[in-house]
């Protein structure tokens, strides 16, 4: 260490986050330093970037000698302490921040991919070297919900988290809803506020989610998670119909989260676009908005809600984790994260999830297809609630029509048998799309 009370950091990434740090340490650095009990300063001393001439958009200049395109001339530079890696992704990533913990300098990373990916391996070498991780940033932005789940909720089962974790997803819903942009309008506005990842796709195909929804999963309950045992879809499919069919039944859609722990100890988990009552709370978590809502043995239920994403955001989450790594070094080390205390747990697998579901076919319209869906649907003891066919009022001899069909709560596996019999059937043109009913109580 340089100096107990003066700490380097080196910055991996100046981008959206990036940036956000170092304006938000030169705006607050005197405050922070004020409210460490032996005045902690933090100064960034390298900055890694892949594009030494891009103008970057801070508060103040900075000095282009500290920049640097070579990540271990950051992390071996003596003048830093600290490794902050916001260049995201699972690669290069993975490297700074393998070399930071194995020269004993703490981490703090918003990186919810890499953990969500490798976070088992990181953390094994973070336990070793007696060195921490922390990343507050990478689930839910400016919500602090792992140091709420790591420390405040210690003594606690927890039985569940359902939440809105993607903003950028929600923000595209709602833009969709209200002004009747198309998706892909929505998602460039996402990209212009800095919500979005670098590759958007993760944002809309519901992996963003999913990864700070194995975080929170692997923090609740301790075992490794296989990603690709997580079942994942994003709101690609939602389409204006959906938007207002839901709209006309009570409902909005939302991305949404779901990990519950069922009795037995096995766990549920899964992202998906779900209907949810426009009167829940959940309901009223609109644009970049988060929130999750925490189910505990003793706390009971407990709601978390806040920007999710964004620079300020996301840069107060980063700047916490860095005065809490520097508190570490200046006083005592400890070292967090994933602490397995079990080597195995069992996730539901997805087909014995059961929900209510809305079901929307792209059907050739002639008489008796209501009766053929139908009849497939009663050979499996699936119920229906309703059907609708939305009426094109601009083409209303139209051949091929949107055929909506609500059913009943029943296990997803039952549903996909089902609509695999559906699918085959001559009327049927292309893939039905499902979205679930949630009853969120
Ligand atoms: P970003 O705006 O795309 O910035 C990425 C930065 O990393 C850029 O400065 C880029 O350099 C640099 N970079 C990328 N790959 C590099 C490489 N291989 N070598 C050297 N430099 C490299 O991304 P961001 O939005 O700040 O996100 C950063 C991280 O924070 C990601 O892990 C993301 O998931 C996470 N996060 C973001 C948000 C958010 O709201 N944006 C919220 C929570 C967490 P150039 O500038 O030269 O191109
Ligand atoms: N792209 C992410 C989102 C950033 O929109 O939620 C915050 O993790």
């Given at each position: 260490m340089s100096n107990c009370n003066k700490l380097g950091i080196g910055l991996a990434g100046f981008g959206t986050v990036g940036s956000g740090v170092w304006n938000t340490l030169e705006k607050n650095g005197e405050l922070i330093s004020d409210r460490t009990a032996k005045g902690v300063s933090l100064g960034i001393t390298k900055i890694l970037v892949r594009d030494l001439a891009k103008t970057r958009a801070t508060t103040s200049a900075v000095?282009?000698?500290?920049?640097?395109?070579d990540w271990r001339a950051l992390v071996n530079d003596p003048a830093v302490d600290i490794v902050v890696e916001l260049i995201g992704g699972t690669t290069d990533a993975f490297e700074i921040v393998v070399a930071a913990l194995l020269a004993k300098k703490p981490v703090v990373t918003g990186n919810k991919a890499l953990l969500a990916e490798r976070g088992i391996e990181l953390f094994a070498i973070s336990r070793k070297m007696e060195t921490p991780i922390f990343f507050e940033a990478a689930i839910a932005g400016g919500i602090p919900i792992v140091k709420t789940v790591q420390d405040?909720?210690?003594?606690n089962h927890i039985h569940s988290f359902t939440g809105i974790i993607n903003g950028t997803s929600n923000y595209i819903l709602e833009q969709m809803t209200l002004r009747g942009i198309d998706y892909a309008t929505a998602l460039q506005e996402a990209q212009e506020l800095g919500y979005a990842e670098a590759d958007p796709a993760l944002d809309v195909n519901g992996w963003d989610a999913a990864h700070k929804a194995i975080l929170l999963a692997t923090l609740a309950y301790g075992f490794p998670i296989d990603p690709a045992k997580v079942h994942v879809s994003g709101?690609?499919?939602?389409?204006p119909t959906d938007i207002q069919f839901a709209k006309s039944l009570g409902y909005v859609i939302k991305l949404l989260a779901i990990v519950r722990e069922r009795d037995g100890g096995a766990v549920e988990l899964r992202v998906q676009p779900s209907f949810i009552s426009q009167?829940?709370?959940?309901?009223?978590?609109?644009?970049v908005f988060n929130a999750v809502s925490v189910n505990a043995d003793a706390a009971g239920e407990s709601l978390f809600y806040g920007?999710?994403?964004?620079q300020g955001p996301t840069s107060s989450s980063v700047v916490a984790d860095l005065v809490e790594a520097a508190r570490d070094l200046a006083h005592t080390a400890r070292h967090r994260g994933?602490?397995?205390?079990?080597?195995t747990g069992t996730l539901v697998p997805i087909e014995e999830t059961t929900t209510a579901y809305y079901v929307r076919f792209d059907v050739t319209d002639r008489p008796g297809v209501v009766a053929e869906i139908a009849t497939v649907l009663a050979n499996h003891r699936i119920g229906i609630s309703g059907t609708h066919s939305p009426i094109d009022a601009s083409n209303p001899d139209a051949e091929f029509v949107d055929m909506v069909f609500l059913l009943h709560s029943c296990p997803f596996g039952k549903l996909t048998a089902a609509l695999a019999e559906i699918e085959a059937l001559d009327c049927i043109n292309s893939q039905p799309v499902v979205f679930r009913i949630e009853n969120l109580g």
């Open positions: 000095p282009p000698e500290i920049l640097t395109t405040s909720f210690i003594g709101i690609e499919q939602v389409r009167k829940h709370i959940l309901a009223s978590v609109h644009g920007r999710g994403a964004g994933f602490l397995p205390y079990r080597e």
